[in-house]
């Protein structure tokens, strides 16, 4: 008789838990393009394991055009994105995302950044040549024009290249980085756009070799003056002065540190549920109502049966692939 009850419970009130997740956006990074076959795929993973309405969102027309990083304007337009969203950043499409949260006003609300190394707190050598001699070579030829103002207009990855032994010119003619981490003029409206973010997600792969340093991804960095070493971001100003409100979150705990074992851009799909997909599911809402054909309640509580749902995706067996995002 009991077990007859519950079933008959399970039946009246199962119509009443609203499981809703926000929807997330993807920026692809330099060279990229939302049809590529690693981006398709890894969007509609995650979609599918969380329920959630996932977009791409194209950076100009596609691969060439991130080559010069134009913003995109179609966020505001999208309806579904209203109530708040979710920003899922692919290297260089960090600072597509980081602008967006920062410079756009009357924006739909980003709740969380999910950051895949991204270049948060600059590069010295030039994407995708490495980590090598030769690539620090080539950055000393190229820093007498990287921060000319020719280049810093027609090339995207110029306005985030930060030389350490060229702080200077870094600082008076990049036209990009030093705005979006407040190096020069501290902007408060950025400060407090970037700090209202409820999860910074900063991933770093460990066998990194397109940016240097890959510690960038945490938001670490050469000192100033100095290739020598590189500093974690606690010991740099840009947090102990808190230039952009990254201080803040981490002491609010919402800064995550995470680390993948890949190279760049190059994550299992096991990876991608430990370190992304919680994220996506935080800011799922639930209601449970009475049935109005019956007096019953349900027997467990509500709690106890949502978190059943959520461990089932986390724990959903896929074969093992890597997902490779370039």
């Not at 106890?304 to 067996?317: P, R, T």
Request: proline share 5%; with cysteine.
């Amino acid at each position: 008789m009991k077990f007859t009850l519950f079933f008959i419970n399970v039946l009246f009130t199962l119509h009443s838990i609203t499981i809703y997740s926000l929807p997330f956006v993807v920026f692809h990074g330099i060279s990229d393009k939302c049809s590529n076959g690693g981006i398709t795929h890894f969007t509609e993973l995650l979609s599918n394991w969380s329920g959630s309405s996932g977009h791409c969102i194209e950076i100009g027309n596609g691969e060439w055009d991130s080559w010069f990083m134009p913003f995109p304007k179609q966020l505001k337009k999208m309806s579904e994105l209203s109530e708040g969203y979710n920003i899922i950043g692919l290297s260089q499409g960090n600072m597509v995302g980081r602008g967006v949260i920062e410079f756009c006003d009357d924006g739909p609300p980003v709740r969380n950044l999910i950051s895949l190394a991204g270049p948060h707190a600059g590069i010295a050598s030039i994407p995708l040549c490495g980590s090598g001699i030769w690539c620090i070579l080539e950055d000393s030829l190229l820093k007498l024009a990287i921060y000319s103002n020719f280049i810093q207009a027609h090339l995207a990855p110029a306005g985030y290249i930060k030389i350490p032994t060229d702080i200077a010119n870094y600082r008076k003619g990049c036209k990009f980085l030093p705005v979006l981490n407040n190096e020069v003029h501290r902007n408060s409206t950025y400060k407090k756009r970037f700090a209202s973010l409820e999860n910074l997600v900063l991933i770093m792969f460990e066998k990194d070799e397109i940016l240097v340093p890959k510690q960038t991804s945490w938001f670490g960095y050469y000192p100033d003056g100095s290739f020598s070493t590189v500093l974690p971001a606690q010991k740099t100003k840009l947090y102990t002065e808190d230039w952009i409100g990254l201080k803040m979150l981490d002491e609010a705990g919402k800064v995550k540190l995470l680390k993948v074992c890949g190279s760049h851009l190059e994550i299992s799909t096991s990876e991608m549920k430990k370190n992304i997909l919680p994220y996506l599911l935080d800011n799922v809402s639930t209601t449970v109502t009475k049935s109005r054909s019956s007096g019953l309640l349900w027997p467990l509580s509500f709690d106890d049966e949502f978190s059943g749902v959520v461990e089932e995706i986390l724990q959903l067996h896929t074969p093992a692939e890597t997902v490779s995002l370039r």
